[in-house]
């Protein structure tokens, strides 16, 4: 016998069909592509083509004839000349692939550290620090660009590029249009073909327009080349509510970007977490949220001077050693909690205060060290509460520290509605020092 | 007709660029014939339950990315959507890989993690292999741009439908590319459906050649059934390109023989009009016509005809004797480590 013409599958799910009609009958010559038989589903009438030329042989299903199984032959093929062609291929394995039990994604593998000691500091604002980081690490590589809106000529928005334009020339310091899903498009596109640069949104709140290029080509194209097509690439930009400006420019995008693998998400909240972990960002040959706040860039810190001065990526820092609580926080809201131990602390309570620094991956080493430690936790974030950090936190310690918990996780967050304007109501919205202490007491 | 009358003109205009030569014209035919048979094939074993998911096949549109594909040099990249097989071999990607991914296979171009709509080849600069319709075209501006940054002559050649030519991005690319004169020549295969809607009840433009024009986007409308006056176009649009004018657009009228995927019934479309573009619009039909008035003998034909099916043959028979990849694979490749 010749090849056999088999029942083909015209959908992911059909598993059967009704061959309807056959437009070819025993000793017709058939060539690649021609139409042989009409098939009907329950959604829809589909052609079947010949795949092979040859004669048909014989029709082994009868045109009407409903329920033909997937892959049942249907009809005979004799080969070229009447030659006998290859037998079908086998079949495929069948896939015996074990069910892998994985409850959440590696994190970072790093045991609770202490911070390295840098030597000498200086005052430093955070705005200084990030642009001293990308001109360190544009001088260090030719690769890195930086682009966005109003980064050069105007010397950025909120001037964090300022000088950078004098210094590196207009090829490698890009004023774009406001188009941020095409610019963004673009500098994925050019981190593909191995150049690295780093797109600064206005806010991150401009980055919702170019959030398919960012998660869908950016963060999973890696993974979907087999580890061939990588993306060094820094989105970076003020993140959460300035002030007053109302609720489209004040969301945290920090729960968006930390719920998808793939990236990394970084949210300093000194101008040495600013420079150090800008730099490892820049560095980094994968995609890299970097989410700066607005209220921060005039803030002046104590900054090493050193000229190698980098951060790690996941890894917390503990910015107050305490005993009977642990306080966990990011961004401008370190602020917030460190304020908050403060308080505490004059009314006899020891609080800990961990700067997480990055977001993804977290660093759950020294959170639930921390724990372990103080039996109580209370998180602070900017953000919405439903779905966002603060419950991921907590539950990596209800996962891993359960048993050395003396009262229940607590979350301070923003309050779960859009940002209003009017200056009271905002106030109303955002953590206070007060909300921390609050929790705090609520547990002690 | 309408369309028909376009061809005519195009044809005329492409006649009076270069003329591919025989060998060029048989590397050509062969290039287009390993495309039909290997989708031709892939379709055969979507049916056997081999391929899962989305499979988008190219047949019909051969033309097009073979000819543009002969006018360029190596180093060039190349991008597109998700109709992407026909790209890949024609950028010189192995028919193995290629099948072995869309089985879902270890062997595959990404190791069985990305399917039919996601391949990549560092080595043959394709770029993928992209699901989401007209992504590739800002990704395609940046390829540009990188040889911009880097001074070099290459150019970026992006691809994308009639369907995602209204996307908003698209419209970005153009702007961003002429503004910063990047070297991306932008390819739509009009293949007249964005899957069931026509390209008139789709958009309001009436000639996707000009769509670039507000930006001074150069545009030329070609007849993408015919090999010669597609690798024509392309020979003007890769060296007004490579000399530093900007971008291109071309828009290359073709016609794809499939449905959308292989789960459409096509019911947007007569059999007739399928039928016609077949039997007197075939690319491979036509170059081969040509060839045998050039005196090409039964002989060499088939020779050219066993080679092809023997490599999809090979290619179909890896794709299912190589491995489902290791679960060990399924946490590697998130993250570049270190």
Known sequence: ?444 | MAQAETRKKSKGRAASNQVLTQDQLLRGYRDMLLIRRFEEKAGQLYGMGLIGGFCHLYIGQEAVVVGIQMALEQGDEVITSYRDHGHMLATGMEARGVMAELTGREGGYSRGKGGSMHMFSREKNFFGGHGIVGAQVSLGAGLAFSNWYRKNDRVAVTYFGDGASNQGQVFESFNLAALMKLPCIFVIENNRYGMGTSVERATASHDLSQNGAPWGIKGVKVDGMDLEAVHAAAEVAVAACRAGEGPYLMEVETYRYRGHSMSDPAKYRTRDEVQKMRTEHDAIESVRHKLEALGVDAAAFKGIDDEVKAIVTDAAEFAQSSPEPNVSQLWTDVLVEG
């Open chain 1, 1 to 444: 016998m010749g090849v056999q013409i088999l029942m083909p599958a015209l959908s992911p799910t059909m598993t059967e069909g009704k061959l309807s009609r056959w437009l070819k009958k025993a000793g017709d010559d058939v060539r690649a592509g021609d139409v042989i038989a009409e098939i009907e589903t329950d959604k829809a009438t589909m052609e079947v083509e010949a795949v092979d030329e040859g004669r048909i042989g014989k029709l082994l299903v009868p045109e009407g004839t409903e329920g033909v199984a997937v892959n049942t032959p249907i009809a005979e093929l004799e080969g070229e000349g009447g030659k006998i062609a290859a037998p079908e291929p086998t079949p495929a394995p069948v896939a015996a692939a074990p069910v892998v039990h994985a409850a959440s994604a590696p994190v970072a593998a790093l045991a609770a550290a202490e911070e390295k000691d840098w030597g000498p500091t200086k005052p430093v604002t955070v705005r200084e620090a990030l642009r001293d980081a990308m001109a360190l690490e544009m001088r260090r590589d030719g690769d890195v660009f930086l682009l966005g809106e109003e980064v050069a000529q105007y010397q950025g928005a909120y001037k964090i590029s300022q000088g950078l334009l004098d210094e590196f020339g207009p090829r490698r310091i890009i004023d774009t249009p406001i188009t941020e899903h095409g610019f963004t498009g673009m500098a994925v596109g050019a981190a593909m073909n191995g150049l690295k640069p780093i797109v600064e949104f206005m806010t991150f709140n401009f980055s919702m327009q170019a959030i398919d290029q960012i998660i869908n080509s950016a963060a999973k194209t890696l993974y979907m080349s087999g580890g061939q097509m990588g993306c060094p690439i820094v989105f970076r930009g003020p993140n959460g509510a300035a002030s007053r400006v109302g609720a489209q420019h004040s969301q945290c995008y920090a729960s968006w970007y930390a719920h998808c693998p793939g990236l990394k998400v970084v949210a300093p909240w000194s101008a040495a977490d600013a420079k150090g972990l800008l730099r490892a960002a820049i560095r980094d040959p994968n995609p890299v949220i970097f989410l700066e706040n607005e209220i921060l860039y005039g803030q002046t810190f104590e900054c090493p001077v050193d000229e190698d001065f980098i951060l790690p990526i996941g890894r917390a820092k503990i910015e107050r050693v305490g005993t009977d609580v642990t306080i966990v926080a990011f961004s401008i809201m370190v602020g917030v909690a460190m304020k908050a131990a403060e308080t505490l602390a004059a009314q006899g309570i020891s609080a800990e205060v961990i700067n997480l620094r990055s977001l993804r991956p977290m660093d759950h080493a020294t959170i639930v060290a921390s724990v372990k430690k103080t039996n109580r936790i209370v998180t602070v974030e900017e953000g919405w509460p439903t779905a966002g950090i603060g419950a991921e936190i907590n539950m990596v310690v209800i996962e891993q520290a359960f048993d050395w918990l003396d009262a229940p996780p607590q979350r301070v967050a923003g309050l779960d509605i859009p940002l209003p304007y009017a200056a009271n109501l905002e106030k109303l919205c955002l953590p206070q020092p007060d909300w921390v202490v609050d929790a705090v007491k609520k547990i002690i």
